[in-house]
Each structure stands twice: as structure tokens, then as C-alpha cells.
């Protein structure tokens, strides 16, 4: 006998998956042939004399079982396993549209935490995950600077250092950096400002993304001056389409950025936003070009004392991350000579064993994927606690559904079907059910995954995250999908189809006292979902707990009606005294409309995260110490009510001339002055060039972070910030922007366009100043912790609510089984108080024993939030009290119910029912 070919298999192959899509024709062409088979049978039968039923029972009974033939035939013919489950999908199908209200709340709540896991993975996705859209962004590498007494690595390097890398190519075919920032363009509607980058001459080359106009700037581009065409700049797709209408002569136009000229010399293709996942500049400019567009700054001239540039590399082909390691290991002291002149500071660096390291730059860079790693995954835990708990809930559901239908199972493992198939088809079910959820989910989670964002991102309005479900989100989802129907079908699967076919098959009291011993398993099913509830309210109730505590800290200052105007003055003309007198002729005009209380200047805000820091000494040959500092006005204590505590504040004549002054905070005055009154004494700079004397003592006030202690702060008067100080010269005058400070009465509303108008009058040349009231600075400074504590609040309500459900649902159906029993008890002369009590006792235990599991699994499980929590102890007995009494009020709820309805009973309707 010979073997069938390959050409046989495949033959065959073919055949059987063309049947498999035809099946429904050759079904109906079956039923033809069996019908002619079985007349011609009985014809010849009838022709031997039988009588037409005769001789249609002798032609069924030596052609065989019809139904056998059938399905022997389709089993030949096709592809037997696809057409079962096939079937069994519409099986399942038909009994979910039987089932409608437990059809729908299965899907809602797997849809609530599919599409929650959906949505909170989409950010990871966006922030954590998700390659650079350029090719071969494997090779890409982020370079940055650790040290032996750093905390962590520096991500920000200098322009000598970066000059210094693009000359070594070892390991890199190209080395560039970039800085994020805003431009301000100039077009025939007046100033606005643009999203912008600053780009080394080899960032594009880095990239490897072709231009879709034009080209991208090169080596030769970033040059002082821009060379002899003057300075170059490539714009984004988007902006092309808006600021040049699609114009293909948009290459060779001119913009016009910080009042300089720019070649527009290429535009970049949609979907190329750089090296930045969180950054879509609309204008790429040369680095070189910073002290034009960052004027009055100057970060290139401060060479190797100012780090602010990221650096992204090419590794060349086949050279590894551990190889591009060990060249930069290598060649760190040549880069450190070339970069740093100095040779303190290179002594400095060497001592604390500076040295760069390269690190996978796939997925870009950006400062927030550091700053929303936790919060991001401890919210990700949170979906994971809810999605298991309604997959516990729907599980319950579908253990009890599964004893209701035990008879219909046993039925058909007594006729032939096997426990296998069985399980199969019931997984498919709840396969079914994941999809039908997973669907819903996804359709709900690019709108909460949005929300989530502009939640996330609050604090940085520039930034942006591209949440669009692409292939790894869709794998995602179809794994959560598969893990779910395994996690709420395979348990009541296994169940339903174990145990004795005779006893299953009986029906009545008997039969189902002895499956009351089964009854162990839903209930523990049931417990393990309560617990897991009590964890997630626990945890929502400890997150909201501490941020109900921050908000309730006292920063120093009184928020309420309080906003700041942002003064952008660098590309206006006024400088020196000039732009003194107007900053206090503005404040003047602004304290004069209506419902202004206060009016002040400073340069950090609280909780904005920008700050200064120097050092200082309280005698010239003492230590010195760190504080933080800021630059204000007159007013600005009594603006912002931080009590002066001794002293006067400053006032407008304050100048250099007079003298330098400055005030001190509580925390600054008993570090530099404990047991002593500050007022009066003077502190020394690091050099003891500089020598300030001391004013007044203030509050303290919280500047970095609500949840730090306030730092000690130093307040210098801006009327000796306008001029520079040169030791070869007379003092050069500058130009300062600072935040205008003022205190309203009423809604903020109205003065902000008041405000506007009033800056457009007074400095045409500035871009509208933008208000933020102080509130929502606040908001913005803990806008992960905000995020974590409402959607932990949200998770924690859909846990009591789908525990409810799943109780009640489940006990609902348990006691529907005991109906005969019930009514039996009734008949017998049982109180039907005595049956609500009975059945509530039992139900209860549930709760209670799954309250005391969930109790102690908490006490454990919260120690992941210490670390997040602001003067909220992980077992605080209040919130630990609050959420066992939330969730047992919802168990009894739950439990209550059934048992109403059991004591409502009639004796006869039991009967009925036996």
C-alpha cells in the first residue's frame, strides 16, 4: 500500500476546508441522497407486500441511524473541530439571547474591566512601551552622565560635551542632541507662540526619517549664524498645512522666530514628532540658533556649566549596548577633557568618577516616563483588582447557573456526549462573553484612555500622548479577553460536568440534599470575591485619605482667589530701569480694577517647579548652606498673606545702590540664626564676593512640593535683577519676565480679559499673558496624586457594585434552589421571619469570613502604598473600620434580598415546584 503524496494532502486539505464553507449546500445535498436512499427502500419494501409504516420502519432500520450516517459524513468531509465550535458559539449564542438580563450584566461587567485594563494600558502603551516611529529604532541609544554621589543619572548634558561625543565615532555613526521649548513667531495676526525644538546638526541623521518636502537640516546648518543663507529651520507636516496652506512653496519661505529670520528648508511627514514621544514640535531650528530664540539667554555661552540638552545616538550596525558601553567607558576622560576647560571642575568630576552610559533609546526620552512609572503602574493594579473581581463575580454567576442546568448536562453525557466536549462548549461560552465584553470595552477605552491623559498631563499642557490602539494593545486585549473566559468558565465547567449521572439526572429534594455539600465551593468562590473587594475600597479609601490630606496641608500662603499672570518680556525692547518702571506702572494699572486686592511680582511660583537655588554662609569663613530662592516685589507677601513674622518688606527703591537686601523664611532664619533674631544681620555668598542684608522674616512657605517640608528660602527684590554685573564694565541692563501676582474678590473670569488688555496696551510687542489661578497650580502639582485617588475612588465603587451584583445574583440563585425545602419548612409551621433569618445567617457568613480574609490580606497588600501616601498610615483604623462597614452594608444588602423572597414562599408552589 502506498503512502498519499504531498500533492494527495494537500489535495485533500483543500477539499475538506472548501467543504467546510460549503457545508450548508452539501448538508442539503446529503438530505437529498438520504431521502432517495430511504423512498427507494421503502418502495421495494412495499413492493414485497409490506404496508407503507412497515416498510418505512424496516428501510430506517437496515439503512441505520440516520442522524450517525450524517454526522459520519461531515466528519469525513470537512473540518470537524472548526465546525464544532463553530456550533458550539452558536450554541451559546442562542443561550445568552435566552438569558438576556444575565447576558447583559455579564458583558457590562466585563466590558467595565477590560476596558479599564484596555485604557490604563494604552498610556503605559504610549509612555513606557511603544517604539519611535523611525527606522531601526533599536539602534538608538540615550546617553546620560552618572556619578558616585548622585541619587540617580543626569539625563541633561552640555553643548561642549555634546561637541565633544559627535567627534568619536567608535561605537555611534551619529551623536545629536535636542531641547523642547516654545517659540515665538511672528505672522500678520501679531505674536503666538509655537511648539518648537532645538536640534543638533546630526538629530535628523539620527532620526532616519526622509523629509516629505525639501530636506532636513544638516551639520552644516548648525553653525554660528546659520551660515552664509543665514539660519535654517524644517517645520512639522501639521504646521505646514495650517501656517502655509499646503503650500509646496512653503520650502524657501521665511519665518519669522524671536524677531530673526528662518529658511524654511523641509517639511517632515505626519507621524515624525522627533526623539520626544510627548512633544510635537511644529518648528525644528539649529542649536546653534538658541541664543537668538531663547534671548535674552544665552545656554550655548554658558559652555560646560549649563546642562540642558538630551542626547540620543545611532549605534552603528552590529555594535551591541554593552559594546557602545564600554567605548564611552573608555573614552570619558577624552571627553571630559575636551569639554571641561575648567580645571576645578574637572578635578571636581573626577573625584565623584563621572562617567556616560548609554541606555536603550527605542522609545525616546521624555522627564514624565520617569515621573508616571509608579502611578501608572499602581492604577494598572487597580484595573487588574477589578477586572479579577468581575470575573469572580461572573464565575459565581456561572457556578450557580451551571447547577441549574445539571440535568441538561447529564442528559447529554448519558446519550453519548463527552466530558470534554462538554467543557469545551461551556468555555466557549464564556468565551463568548469575554469577546462580546473585550468588544465593549475597547469601544469605550479611547475615550477614557484620552481622559486619563489630559488627567496625566495636567501639569505639563505642552505635552501630548499618543493613546491610539495599535497592534500591542489589541494583543493586550485579546489575552485579557482568553484569561478572563478561562478565569470565569473552566471552574464552573469542571463542576458542572463532575459528580454522578444518576443523582444529576434525579430530580427533587433528595436528589439535591446530597448536592448540598457542593455548595462549598461557590461560597468560597464568593468569599475570595469579597475579599478581593475589601482590598481594592481599602486602597481606594487610604489613596483618597492622603490626598484629602495634601489638599488640606498648610502651604503658607492662602490660595483662594488668588491667579498669576504670565509676563513673557524677552522679545520687547525695554530693559534695565526702563523695564522696572513698567513692571510698577502695570501693577499700579492692575491694582486699580475693580475687585483687586493685591498686586505683586515674583519669578517662581509655588508648586510650579521652577526654582533657584544658592549658597550661602552666615560668616564669611563658615559653612555654607543651600537655599532656595526667589525674586518679588512690593506687596508680594501681603498679595500672597505670608505673615511677616519681623521686619518691613521690600519697596520699590530697594536698588543695588542701596545696598543688597534680602528676606528670609522661618526654616532660613533659625539655620543661619538659632535663638537670635535674624532682622538686621547679614549672609555672606559661597565667594563672599556678595554680602546681603537681612530685612525681614517670613512664613514658610511650601515652593517645591506640597508634600516636602518648605525649603529654606531666601526673597530677593527685583529691583536689583533688571542689571548684570561685569568686572570689566559697567553693569549691562536686562531684561526679566516675571509672574504677576494678584489677589481678586470675585470671579476670576472677567479680569483675565481685562488683564489682557491692559498688557496689550501697556507692551504691544508680548504675547497675551496667560492667567492660572493658584487652586489649579495646585491641582497641577499633584496631578498624579489627584488621578491616582479618583480613579482608585471610581474602582473602588465599581468593587462594591459588582460585588453586589455578584452576591445578590449568586445567592438569588442558590436559594431559588432550595424553593421546595423552603416551602417544606413553611408548611411544617416555620415563622417566615425564622426562613429570612435562616437563610440571611447563611448568606451573611460569606461576607463575614470573606470580610476577615480580605482584612488580613490588606494589612499586608497595602505596605506596596507607603511610599505614595501623604500622612496617612497604610493601617489607619478609621479607613480600614469605613471600608469593612461599606462593604458588609453591601453583603447584608445583598444577602437580604434572596432571603425576603425565600420567606414569601408558598407551601404549594414548593410542591409544584418538587
Known amino acids: 500500500m502506498t503512502r498519499p503524496g504531498i500533492s494527495d494532502t494537500l489535495r485533500t486539505i483543500s477539499n475538506r ?22 423512498a427507494h427502500a421503502i418502495d421495494e419494501n412495499m413492493a414485497h407486500g409490506m404496508s407503507r409504516s412497515e416498510a418505512r420502519i424496516a428501510a430506517l432500520r437496515s439503512f441505520g441511524g440516520v442522524t450517525q450516517t450524517r454526522e459520519t459524513y461531515r466528519i469525513r468531509r470537512g473540518l470537524p473541530l472548526f465546525d464544532q465550535i463553530a456550533r458550539d458559539f452558536r450554541y451559546g449564542w442562542r443561550q445568552l439571547v435566552r438569558a438576556p438580563g444575565f447576558a447583559l450584566t455579564a458583558i457590562l461587567t466585563l466590558a467595565l474591566g ?47 560635551e555634546l561637541r565633544a561625543l559627535e567627534k568619536r565615532h567608535d561605537a555611534f555613526s551619529s551623536t545629536s542632541a535636542f531641547f523642547s521649548t516654545k517659540f515665538q513667531l511672528h505672522g500678520t495676526s501679531g505674536s503666538l507662540q509655537v511648539p518648537g525644538q532645538l536640534v543638533s546638526g546630526e538629530y535628523f541623521a539620527t532620526m532616519q526619517v526622509a523629509p516629505l518636502l525639501g530636506r532636513y537640516l544638516a551639520p552644516a546648518d548648525d553653525v554660528e549664524n546659520g551660515g552664509p543663507a543665514g539660519y535654517a529651520a524644517v517645520i512639522s507636516e501639521n504646521f505646514w498645512r495650517t501656517w502655509f496652506n499646503s503650500s509646496p512653496n512653503a520650502v524657501g519661505s521665511k519665518l519669522i522666530v524671536a524677531n530673526a529670520p528662518f529658511t524654511v528648508v523641509g517639511v517632515m511627514p505626519r507621524g515624525f514628532f522627533g526623539a520626544d514621544p510627548t512633544r510635537h514640535p511644529s518648528i525644528f531650528v539649529p542649536l546653534s540658533s538658541e541664543p537668538v530664540v531663547d534671548a535674552p539667554f544665552n545656554m550655548i555661552a554658558s559652555g560646560w556649566s549649563g546642562n540642558w540638552l538630551n542626547l540620543i545616538a545611532r549605534r552603528k550596525p552590529f555594535i551591541s549596548l554593552a559594546q557602545a558601553n564600554a567605548a564611552l567607558q573608555a573614552e570619558t576622560s577624552a571627553i571630559l577633557l575636551d569639554s571641561h576647560p575648567n580645571a576645578f571642575a574637572l578635578d571636581d568630576i573626577r573625584t565623584n568618577h563621572l562617567h556616560f552610559v548609554a541606555e536603550s533609546g527605542a522609545k525616546g526620552f521624555t522627564y514624565l516616563r520617569a515621573d508616571f512609572r509608579k502611578p501608572l503602574m499602581v492604577v494598572f493594579s487597580l484595573c487588574g483588582g477589578v477586572l479579577l473581581l468581575a470575573c469572580l463575580n461572573l464565575a459565581s454567576l456561572l457556578l450557580a447557573r451551571a447547577a441549574a442546568r445539571e440535568r441538561e448536562l447529564a442528559t447529554r453525557l448519558a446519550i453519548g456526549a463527552t466530558r470534554l466536549r462538554l467543557i469545551r462548549q461551556l468555555l466557549i461560552e464564556s468565551l463568548l462573553i469575554a469577546l462580546l465584553g473585550t468588544a465593549a470595552g475597547l469601544a469605550v477605552s479611547p475615550l477614557v484612555s484620552n481622559a486619563l491623559a489630559v488627567l496625566l498631563l495636567s501639569r505639563n499642557p505642552d505635552a501630548a500622548l499618543d493613546t491610539s490602539l495599535d497592534a500591542r494593545v489589541f494583543v493586550f486585549a485579546a489575552l485579557i479577553a482568553v484569561l478572563s473566559s478561562i478565569l470565569i468558565g473552566l471552574l464552573p465547567a469542571l463542576r458542572a460536568t463532575s459528580g454522578n449521572l444518576n443523582e444529576q439526572i434525579k430530580s427533587g429534594s433528595q436528589a439535591r440534599s446530597r448536592r448540598d455539600s457542593r455548595r462549598l465551593l461557590p461560597r468560597l468562590v464568593m468569599g475570595t470575591q469579597v475579599a478581593l473587594a475589601l482590598m481594592l475600597v481599602t486602597g481606594a479609601g487610604l489613596l483618597a485619605a492622603s490626598l484629602t490630606r495634601l489638599y488640606r496641608t498648610n502651604l503658607g500662603f492662602d490660595p483662594k482667589g488668588l491667579v498669576h499672570l504670565q509676563l513673557d518680556m524677552d522679545k520687547q525692547p525695554l530693559a534695565g530701569d526702563a523695564l522696572l518702571r513698567w ?92 535663638g537670635r533674631s535674624a532682622v538686621g544681620q547679614s549672609i555672606y555668598t559661597y565667594d563672599n564676593k556678595i554680602t546681603l542684608q537681612v530685612i525681614a522674616v517670613v512664613g514658610n512657605v511650601h515652593y517645591r512640593s506640597i508634600q516636602a517640608e518648605p525649603p529654606p528660602t531666601a526673597y530677593y527684590p527685583i529691583s536689583q535683577t533688571f542689571y548684570a554685573t561685569s568686572d570689566n564694565g559697567p553693569p549691562e541692563p536686562l531684561k526679566k519676565s516675571y509672574f504677576a501676582v494678584i489677589r481678586l474678590a470675585g470671579p476670576p473670569a472677567a479680569f483675565a480679559a481685562t488683564a489682557r488688555n491692559l498688557a496689550a496696551r501697556m507692551a504691544p510687542e508680548i504675547p497675551a499673558p496667560a492667567m492660572t489661578s493658584m487652586t489649579a497650580q495646585i491641582d497641577e502639582s499633584i496631578s498624579s496624586e489627584r488621578m491616582m485617588a479618583m480613579l482608585a475612588a471610581f474602582f473602588g465603587l465599581c468593587a462594591l457594585l459588582v460585588t453586589a451584583i455578584g452576591l445578590y445574583g449568586t445567592l438569588a440563585y442558590a436559594t431559588s434552589r432550595r424553593t421546595s425545602e423552603i416551602g417544606i419548612r413553611i408548611a411544617l409551621g416555620a415563622q417566615r421571619t425564622h426562613v429570612v433569618r435562616l437563610v440571611f445567617r447563611e448568606n451573611a457568613w460569606v461576607a463575614v469570613t470573606g470580610c476577615l480574609a480580605g482584612l488580613i490580606a490588606t494589612l499586608f497588600a497595602s505596605r506596596a502604598l507607603a511610599s505614595i501616601l501623604y500622612s496617612t498610615s497604610t493601617h489607619d483604623p478609621l479607613i480600614l473600620f469605613a471600608s469593612v462597614a461599606s462593604l458588609m452594608a453591601v453583603a447584608s444588602a445583598a444577602s437580604l434580598m434572596p432571603a425576603i423572597r425565600a420567606a414569601r414562599i408558598e407551601p404549594m408552589e414548593a410542591l409544584r415546584a418538587e
Open 583 to 674: 513692571y510698577q506702572q502695570f501693577g499700579e494699572a492692575l491694582s486699580h480694577q475693580p475687585g483687586v486686592q493685591g498686586v505683586s511680582f515674583e519669578w517662581g511660583v509655588p508648586l510650579s517647579g521652577s526654582g533657584m537655588t544658592t549658597y550661602y554662609r552666615n560668616q564669611p569663613k563658615n559653612h555654607e548652606q543651600l537655599l532656595y530662592g526667589n525674586d518679588v516685589a512690593p506687596g508680594y507677601f501681603a498679595a500672597m498673606r505670608v505673615p511677616m513674622l519681623g521686619g518691613r518688606d521690600f519697596r520699590w527703591d530697594d536698588t543695588s545702590a542701596a545696598g543688597r537686601k534680602v528676606i528670609l523664611n522661618q526654616a532660613a532664619a533659625n539655620l543661619f540664626f538659632p
Open 114 to 160: 477590560l476596558g479599564a485594563n484596555t485604557a490604563v494600558f494604552s498610556l503605559i502603551n504610549a509612555l513606557l512601551l511603544r517604539p519611535l516611529p523611525v527606522p531601526h529604532a533599536a539602534e538608538l541609544a540615550i546617553i546620560q552622565v552618572e556619578e558616585s554621589n548622585s541619587d540617580g543619572p543626569s539625563y541633561s548634558l552640555n553643548e561642549p
Open 17 to 38: 476546508i472548501a467543504a467546510f464553507f460549503h457545508r450548508n449546500r452539501l448538508d442539503r445535498d446529503l438530505d437529498a441522497e438520504l431521502r432517495s436512499h430511504i
